[in-house]
């Protein structure tokens, strides 16, 4: 009786294996075309010459000192990118995220933005600047009530310009953007005072 008992036990473990192992595998699913970063690796560098990703924005940038916009550079639009648009704001605004700069319709092959750029509607090399949260054209420089805040400087490659005219606030802009983005990027500084 032992001697089948243990039989019986070996056999029942041996199936127990048998099972577990012939059991198909899950197998790793293959990303879709969709899903494939696209040939800028999924996102724009933008950085500036006038401060480093995490730094201070100095003060020549901000309502302490001229309150010019800063220089920007990017790399990694894509090829089927039309149009470029970025935003600056600040999420730590007392208020609610607080609206500095509104650019659009920039033209995709532009590499970069010259430091103080004019406060105008239509910009010469193309491209549009919309309403800040001061209620001015352009750039408006971080100015918190206190403390260290982070201003965001958001690039987004678009694959159509934006049916909108000059002098669009934020949310115009993000809402005509709305499907069209194919790539982005973002730069943060920080300022307080």
């Given amino acids: 009786m032992r001697k089948s008992s ?3 036990s070996v056999a029942v473990v041996t199936l127990l294996l048998i099972g ?5 595998q899950p197998v790793a699913q293959q990303p879709s075309p969709a899903d494939k970063p696209n ?3 999924g996102g724009i560098k933008l950085t500036s010459s006038a401060f480093k990703e995490g730094q201070p924005i100095p003060a020549t940038y901000t309502c302490k000192g001229v309150n010019i916009s800063p220089p920007l550079e990017w790399s990694g639009v894509p090829k089927t990118a039309r ?4 935003i600056a704001d600040d999420p730590d605004a007392p208020s609610g995220t607080w609206v500095h700069w ?5 033209p995709a092959d532009n590499i970069g933005l010259v430091e103080n750029l004019p406060a105008t509607e239509n910009l010469k090399a193309g491209g549009f600047q919309g309403k800040n949260d001061s209620g001015k054209i352009g750039y408006d420089g971080p100015c918190p009530p206190s403390g260290t805040h982070r201003y965001f400087f958001k690039i987004y490659a678009l694959d159509a310009e934006l049916p909108l005219q000059a002098g669009a606030t934020k949310a115009e ?3 005509a953007m709305a499907g069209h983005i194919v790539a982005q990027g973002q730069l943060m500084g920080t300022y307080g005072r």
């Fill in 102 to 106: 509104v650019l659009y319709n920039l």
């Fill in 83 to 86: 149009a470029i648009a970025i």
């Fill in 6 to 8: 243990t039989i019986l």
């Fill in 39 to 41: 040939d800028n690796n």
């Fill in 173 to 175: 802009v993000e809402k």
């Fill in 20 to 24: 577990c192992t012939s059991r198909p």
